[in-house]
């Protein structure tokens, strides 16, 4: 696999070909590399909008799927959102509303060329790792998925080298890109330019442990109305893994560390669902 350097120097140069989004305040991202398999709904999609909710500017970079069902474009779209929006459309987003989506193709001219291979390959790629790190509007702080544990810390090291302020790179030891209410996930966390590895599991979140199978989602208009339900306050497996994946953006924008910093985000998390 690529080093962390080289991963560093391909995520600049994808960066400095960018077209840039300018936000005036500090904003975060909470993005999954994908490739996890686990045919789970649009769980840091959903996250990204109670991060937003509890009052944090997230501008989230996405795409459509490239190996799963529904990517974040897709499930957006059938939300009866516009996902082609220019660079000034994306701030004025953020401004307003807290959250502004960038639909990496256009932010990434010069990829244009990869996205039918990759698609036709259908597995994780270098460009599954470059997509989160790449986002256009420079994000100080990210929460930071990868479908393997093996990828976790060399993540961490790229968002390091990049100058990410504080990061989030998470792993649910069961295999999903995200944190997860089956079992135990891994952390490794960037702050004040050191790396901590640590792992969190629902308990640690005041959330009970369910399994894998009640996360999945399907077409992009399943996933959309399992994100309306999510958000609308139902109570289930699918809300706490949403409140887990916010509670690390969150937890990202506070002063506190770890788990404590997690916890008191997922309390924020369910008060702003709520």
Same mark, same amino acid.
């Given at each position: 696999?690529?080093?962390?350097?080289?991963?560093?120097? &391909?995520?600049?140069?994808?960066?400095?070909?960018?077209?840039?989004?300018?936000?005036?305040?500090?904003?975060?991202?909470?993005?999954?590399?994908?490739?996890?398999?686990?045919?789970?709904? %649009?769980?840091?999609?959903?996250?990204?909008?109670?991060?937003?909710?509890?009052?944090?500017?997230?501008? $989230?970079? %996405?795409?459509?799927?490239?190996?799963?069902?529904?990517?974040?474009?897709?499930? *957006?779209?059938?939300?009866?959102? #516009?996902?082609?929006?220019?660079?000034?459309?994306? $701030?004025?987003?953020?401004? #307003?509303?807290?959250?502004?989506?960038?639909?990496?193709?256009?932010?990434?001219?010069?990829?244009?060329?990869?996205?039918?291979?990759?698609?036709?390959?259908?597995? /994780?790629?270098?460009? %599954?790792?470059?997509?989160?790190?790449?986002?256009?509007?420079?994000?100080?702080?990210?929460? /930071?998925?990868?479908?393997?544990?093996?990828?976790?810390? $060399?993540?961490?090291?790229? /968002?390091?080298? /990049?100058?990410? #302020?504080?990061?989030?790179?998470?792993?649910?030891?069961?295999?999903?890109?995200?944190?997860?209410?089956?079992?135990?996930?891994?952390?490794?966390?960037?702050?004040?330019?050191?790396?901590?590895?640590?792992?969190?599991?629902?308990?640690?979140?005041?959330?009970?442990?369910?399994?894998?199978?009640? *996360?999945?989602?399907?077409?992009?208009?399943? %996933?959309?109305?399992?994100?309306?339900?999510?958000?609308?306050?139902?109570?289930?497996?699918?809300?706490?893994?949403?409140?887990?994946?916010?509670?690390?953006?969150?937890? &990202?924008?506070?002063?506190?560390?770890?788990?404590?910093?997690?916890?008191?985000?997922?309390?924020?998390? #369910?008060?702003?669902?709520?």
């Amino acid at each position: 696999g690529e080093t962390a350097d080289e991963i560093a120097g &391909l995520a600049s140069v994808m960066r400095a070909k960018s077209i840039r989004v300018e936000t005036s305040d500090a904003v975060i991202d909470i993005v999954g590399t994908g490739g996890d398999n686990s045919r789970s709904f %649009n769980i840091s999609t959903a996250a990204a909008f109670v991060a937003a909710g509890a009052g944090i500017k997230v501008a $989230k970079h %996405n795409n459509r799927a490239m190996t799963s069902r529904c990517g974040s474009a897709d499930v *957006l779209e059938a939300l009866g959102m #516009k996902i082609e929006l220019n660079a000034s459309q994306v $701030k004025d987003c953020i401004e #307003k509303v807290g959250i502004g989506f960038m639909f990496a193709p256009l932010f990434h001219p010069s990829m244009k060329f990869a996205a039918a291979p990759r698609r036709e390959l259908g597995i /994780l790629t270098v460009f %599954n790792i470059l997509g989160p790190l790449t986002n256009p509007a420079l994000v100080e702080a990210q929460v /930071l998925g990868v479908a393997s544990a093996n990828l976790g810390e $060399k993540m961490a090291q790229v /968002l390091q080298r /990049l100058g990410t #302020k504080r990061a989030m790179v998470v792993h649910g030891l069961n295999g999903m890109d995200e944190i997860t209410v089956s079992g135990k996930s891994r952390v490794w966390e960037l702050s004040g330019g050191e790396i901590t590895q640590y792992d969190i599991s629902p308990e640690d979140f005041g959330i009970a442990e369910a399994g894998v199978e009640t *996360l999945v989602g399907g077409t992009p208009e399943e %996933n959309a109305s399992i994100l309306r339900s999510v958000l609308a306050g139902e109570r289930s497996p699918r809300r706490d893994a949403v409140v887990m994946n916010a509670a690390a953006g969150i937890a &990202l924008s506070h002063s506190a560390k770890g788990v404590p910093a997690l916890k008191e985000g997922a309390e924020i998390a #369910k008060e702003t669902i709520d």
